[in-house]
């Protein structure tokens, strides 16, 4: 076991943040490389900054394992990184960086899930022996010779590249600019180069302990003194160049080795004027000056040039440079509840019964610039929330990854709408259910056999299609495959065998048999393998969507393929609502479920074999449900005539609710019951929420798939 160390807990939030997002993006090369089955350069060198970087950030924080994890997988990749042709079979390196990443995930997860206490360390020492000889090997074939590389830095693998320099070298290095905590992005590239250099000075020195040293950076650059090991400064000075968050460097007093690759360690500048060599002066730094290279040449200069030409014409565009930062998830919740509760006040002001018979010019106006006010607050608060939902599709690549080489199918997978933006919250309800879906796609829905495609007119490769599209408030993510589809007589045979049918089998349409694989422990898998028959899975997927308010839609052919339509709210916070009355009560149904409202007359009245009571339209006939039969509750209107009817549709099911009168459309913000009425079954019963009315009462909201189903 293990112990976050003393000191560093502060600084947990900003590595878990940039470590998973350096191992997605590690996972999206690999995965984009892989189908092309070769590495660009420009995608080696990725990888190798991305594992150098969690190298010095995770020994920054004290977790050496996962330091030395990084450290070895960064050297294999050095080695290709120098000789990119010496990769004959690149199988072997995706499964190994592959494993790396999977086995930094999970160690995160275990310090994640115990933030505050003691975590289990796990051992890397098999891994790391595979990358170790993996190295070994790819020196050996770039070299020519037979005997393995040594133990030592990447570094030694260009020990002939360049001759020894003995002198210091001084550099000031400039961080993107509002990346905050700069300190801190300074401390860790000290550590980065800290083991390859045998002397290091740096100014602010106290950047481990002091935060008001950001300031200083900002202002005049963090400035560093350093003796290669081995007069190796180009790679120090790589090293620097390639660390997470350095927007440029520039070069003192310039190294030996450097000057024939000028080019190569250039920083990222606007204009590259002549070389500067300056003493380094730590008691008084000079001032921010532009960045620039050590040796510019003419290819350089003209890159340069053509960016400076380009930033120009972007100013004169009116383009300015985003800023971004980093916000806790905590607190944009807090904010999003305040404005909730400010929509909520707002709402019971303009509505306050001592107003009503006033004529109140003046406070109608400044009720109705309130009220857009407040709209556009909570219009931007939502916004804020909003995420993309390509970090969950991105991750399903990596699934179909697996299951391809495990199943042996040799499957397409297609991705659209990934773009597409839903609440955070409900972004990280989503990942389980599409993994279950995805899974299930690739074990039940593409066919085994080859064969069985071809006989069937289908192209040997698979398909499988996950998208996203908005529609009227709603995200309609959809997960289809063109495999052999669900066969019913064969659901039936394992329903009956369960004993889950609750009717005779004739009265079962397709719909119905289809959606039998959503109930609990359902599994046509006779045999337990690394994917499914273990009786969870699809059960799990509509629980999770139904927690977000959201529904699931089984669609499928036999012989051509399945969907699953899932239907979620953009957000879970607040929505727009019909309210109603029954009796004394009010109610609030979502807008986006509701098809009409209308008034009946007692003569369209129909009854069904059980006596229950419908109404035709259009040809189509629904079943009515009265409120306040449902709800037990006591009111005056009991006729039809007497009251308005609201036609209902969710999950393809469809339902007139009685209700007494619509009272209007309001925007409602959904607060769950509170925790002490959790041993009653109220959402079972049709009711997902509450929220609080302009007058102070409240309002349930009615679950309309609930009520229905």
Do not use: W
């Amino acid at each position: 076991m293990a112990k976050i160390e003393s000191g560093m807990e502060a600084m947990l939030d900003m590595y878990f943040y940039e470590t998973n997002s350096l191992l997605e993006q590690l996972d999206e090369i690999l995965l984009r490389t892989e189908q092309a089955n070769a590495f660009e350069s420009d995608d080696i060198k990725e990888i190798f900054r991305i594992m150098h970087t969690i190298k010095g950030s995770s020994a920054m924080m004290g977790f050496d394992n996962l330091s030395v994890l990084a450290h070895k997988a960064e050297d294999m990749f050095f080695v290709i990184r120098e000789n990119p042709d010496v990769i004959t079979d690149v199988s072997f390196v995706y499964d190994l960086v592959f494993q790396v990443s999977d086995s930094y995930k999970a160690q995160i997860e275990a310090i994640q899930n115990n933030i505050g206490g003691e975590y289990e360390l796990m051992n890397f020492d098999d891994l790391i022996d595979k990358l170790i000889k993996a190295r070994d090997k790819l020196n050996s074939e770039a070299s020519g010779e037979a005997a393995p590389a040594s133990e030592a830095a990447p570094a030694a693998a260009k020990s002939e590249s360049a001759p020894v320099s003995d002198g210091k070298i001084s550099v000031r290095v400039f961080f993107d600019d509002g990346c905050q905590m700069e300190n801190l992005r300074a401390f860790l590239l000290i550590n980065t180069i800290r083991d390859e250099c045998s002397f290091l000075e740096f100014y602010p020195s106290d950047v481990e302990t002091n935060g008001e040293s950001s300031k200083e950076i900002v202002e005049n650059g963090f400035l560093i003194t350093f003796t290669a090991n081995d007069g190796k400064d180009s790679y120090v000075l790589n090293l620097i160049e390639t660390a997470l968050n350095v927007q440029s460097y520039e070069i003192l007093n310039e190294p030996a080795d450097t000057a024939p690759k000028a080019e190569e360690t250039a920083p990222k500048a606007e204009i590259p004027p002549e070389p500067t060599k300056t003493e380094l002066k730590v008691e008084k730094p000079a001032p921010k000056p532009e960045p620039k290279p050590a040796t510019p040449t003419d290819a350089s200069i003209e890159k340069a040039q053509a960016a400076v030409a380009n930033a120009n014409a972007q100013a004169q565009g009116g383009a300015q440079k985003q800023s971004l930062i980093s916000v806790n998830l905590a607190k944009l919740d807090a904010l999003h509840d305040i404005v909730g509760e400010i929509i909520t006040t707002e709402s019971m002001v303009i509505s306050n019964p001592d107003l009503e018979g006033l004529e109140l010019e003046s406070f109608n106006k400044a009720a109705r610039d309130l009220k857009k006010l407040t709209n556009e607050l909570q219009d931007t608060v939502m916004s804020i929330r909003m995420v993309p939902l390509a970090g969950v599709f991105q991750k399903m690549n990596r699934i179909v990854r697996d299951m391809r080489k495990k199943l042996n199918k040799d499957v397409d997978f297609l991705l659209e709408g990934e773009d597409t933006e839903v609440d955070k919250s409900i972004v990280d309800s989503l990942q389980d259910p599409l993994m279950h879906l995805v899974r299930n796609c690739m074990d039940h829905g593409i066919e085994d056999n080859v064969q069985d495609r071809i006989y069937a007119g289908k192209p040997e490769k698979g398909t499988l299609k996950l998208t996203a599209q908005n529609a009227s408030g709603e995200v309609i993510i959809t997960v289809s495959d063109d495999g052999a589809g669900i066969d019913p007589d064969k659901i039936m045979a394992k329903a009956r065998k369960m004993n889950l049918l609750t009717k005779p089998e004739n009265e079962y349409s397709i719909k119905e048999i289809q959606n039998l694989i959503l109930l609990p422990g359902f599994s046509t898998n006779e045999q337990v393998t690394e994917f499914s028959g273990r009786g969870v899975g699809m059960d799990v997927v509509k629980a999770n969507i139904e927690k977000c308010n959201g529904t699931i839609i089984v669609d499928s052919k036999k012989g051509e393929g399945t969907s699953f339509i899932i239907k979620i709210p953009l957000t879970l916070a607040i929505i727009d609502g019909m309210e109603i009355t029954v009796g004394d009560l009010v109610f609030t149904v979502p807008i986006s479920t509701i098809k009409e409202s209308f008034k009946i007359e007692e003569s369209q009245i129909l009854r069904d074999t059980g006596g229950n009571e419908m109404i035709m339209i259009r040809g189509i006939c629904y079943p009515i449900l009265r409120l306040h039969e449902k709800f037990n509750i006591d009111t005056d209107v009991t006729k039809l005539e007497d009251g308005i009817l609201l036609l209902v549709e969710t999950d393809n099911k469809s339902m007139c609710i009685f209700a007494d009168k619509l009272i209007g459309e309001q925007q409602v913000v959904v607060k769950p019951f509170p925790k002490y009425l959790s041993r009653y079954n109220i959402k079972g019963e049709g009711l997902s929420g509450c929220t609080i009315m302009g007058d102070g009462s409240i309002s349930l909201i009615i679950d309309t798939n609930t009520l229905i189903g």
